[in-house]
């Protein structure tokens, strides 16, 4: 098994390479960047300019400048942004906190409604309740989370129920533990609302599609002649065996955790990582769009090696069939 996690890890070692460099490239090659604004302001001079390019590297041929980056970044040292003017590492780690607190909400959420919904749909196919919760995704399925989070904005600045925008109200300090959980949850309602609709809706057509070719499996047919109770039948076969793909999905979705609320957060005005990258971007923060990148990089890898791991465990001929023909 350890064998097999350090194959799987390799594996992405070009992977992270690859993104980074393309990446490196794209930003670099677009026209303009951060200097060029200091260059239009008389009161600067071309001396403090030239300054400034050496002191990060901007004056050294491009392949260079990459793996000058890709050095420092292999120590976390992701540079100095020039908009906020602090270590890039500091800046995303106090944004990172609040998009995972969002996301890995709405991961969990999102995961314990749909299970259930979708094996009761597959047990009960073609009947009223697989109608009515087969209904549910499509609807959830054909609004765009982002118009949805429009939506709940808008209701929300008609009744006032809900805050729009940042994490805590400006009293938060001020309130009990209960109170300071309150007051999050309500600011965390719209983005995670938004997230979750269309998170359910998905998980919950695979999952039913899923279980049902199970059912229809000569396996569940002697398990039933055999007498056993649905409970075990549905939990203890049927789902295991159709974990598969879940798993796999479980580990885009943790690769996703900081850059799948990218556009909620613009939207919602919520300060994550997605709100940090979007105002980056807009800046031609160097420094800032690359470590954002580096550190999403990172997840993509710890996620689709989880995913790889549980599919091992969960089945083990994968985990023979991998070792026997790679190792």
């Known amino acids: 098994m350890f064998k097999y996690i350090v194959k799987r890890f390799l594996h992405f070692i070009p992977l992270i390479l690859g993104m980074t460099f393309v990446s490196f490239l794209i930003i670099k090659l677009a026209p303009g960047d951060f200097l060029t604004s200091l260059r239009m302001n008389p009161s600067i001079s071309e001396e403090t300019i030239k300054a400034l390019e050496k002191s990060y590297g901007l004056n050294?041929?491009?392949?260079?400048?990459?793996?000058?980056?890709?050095?420092?970044?292999?120590?976390?040292?992701?540079?100095?942004?020039?908009?906020?003017?602090r270590p890039v590492l500091s800046l995303i780690g106090e944004r990172v906190g609040n998009t995972l607190s969002l996301t890995v909400t709405a991961f969990i959420v999102s995961w314990l409604v749909a299970v259930p919904l979708g094996i009761v749909a597959a047990y009960y196919r073609n009947r009223f309740v697989d109608r009515i919760i087969t209904s549910f995704s499509l609807i959830g399925l054909s609004i765009p989370s982002f118009f949805l989070a429009f939506i709940l904005m808008f209701l929300a600045a008609k009744t006032g129920w809900f805050p729009?925008?940042?994490?805590?109200?400006?009293?938060?300090?001020?309130?009990?533990?209960?109170?300071?959980?309150?007051?999050?949850?309500?600011?965390?309602?719209?983005?995670?609302?938004?997230m979750v609709v269309g998170g359910i809706s998905g998980l919950v057509r695979l999952i039913r599609g899923t279980v049902i070719e199970e059912l229809e499996k000569e396996y569940v047919k002697l398990a039933v002649a055999k007498g056993l109770p649905v409970r075990v039948i549905l939990f203890k076969h049927v789902l295991r065996n159709a974990l598969n793909p879940f798993i796999t999905l479980i580990g885009f979705d943790i690769a996703g955790l900081l850059s799948g609320a990218a556009?909620?957060?613009?939207?919602t005005a919520w300060p994550?990582?997605?709100?940090?990258?979007?105002?980056?971007?807009?800046?031609?923060d160097f420094f800032v769009v690359m470590g954002a990148l580096y550190i999403g990089g990172i997840m993509l890898i710890i996620g689709n090696l989880m995913a790889d791991i549980l599919l091992a465990l969960n089945d083990p001929r994968i985990r023979e069939k991998e070792i026997e023909g790679r190792l």
């Open 60 to 85: 050294e041929p491009l392949i260079k400048q990459y793996f000058l980056w890709l050095w420092n970044a292999l120590h976390f040292n992701l540079g100095y942004s020039f908009s906020y003017h």
């Open 164 to 194: 729009i925008g940042g994490v805590v109200s400006q009293n938060y300090e001020s309130l009990s533990v209960l109170g300071k959980i309150v007051d999050r949850l309500k600011h965390m309602f719209i983005p995670l609302t938004a």
């Open 263 to 267: 556009l909620i957060e613009i939207i």
């Open 272 to 284: 994550g990582m997605g709100r940090l990258m979007f105002d980056a971007v807009m800046a031609q």
